[in-house]
């Protein structure tokens, strides 16, 4: 019974001891160094993305033209889909622009949402 779990234990050593031996000749897995350096551009850019949506915060403006604001206007709710209702717009200074804010409120659910513009 005992050298049943020796002889197994024994395997698993074994098969780790080969596969480091192997990795370490071969170069099989990849080294961290490798991993670490080559998620660091696309996790930035990934978490970045994933923040804010075109036009959800002052560094994603949307740019358009003032024939555009219009449609930007009309739109509806994120929350419930209902139509919403334009509120005062903002400027502001962002970065050296000039920035927009379209505010609207929704008719149903009175969720109040912000729409950076940049107009050209």
Known sequence: MI???????AIVLGAIGIGVVVDRKWHILPR????????RPRLA???????HAAGEA???????????LPTLRAR???TC?????????DHV???G???LVLHDRCTRCDHVRATYVDVR
């Open 3 to 9: 050298w049943t779990i020796v002889g197994t234990i």
């Open 32 to 39: 961290k160094d490798r991993l670490q350096a080559a998620s």
């Open 45 to 51: 850019a990934a978490v970045k993305a994933a923040i």
């Open 76 to 78: 509806r709710c994120a």
């Open 97 to 99: 622009r000039e920035l």
């Open 93 to 95: 200074m962002y970065d």
């Open 58 to 68: 002052p560094g994603t403006a949307r740019a358009a033209r003032a024939s555009e």
């Open 81 to 89: 889909h209902a139509p919403t209702e334009p509120q005062p717009d």
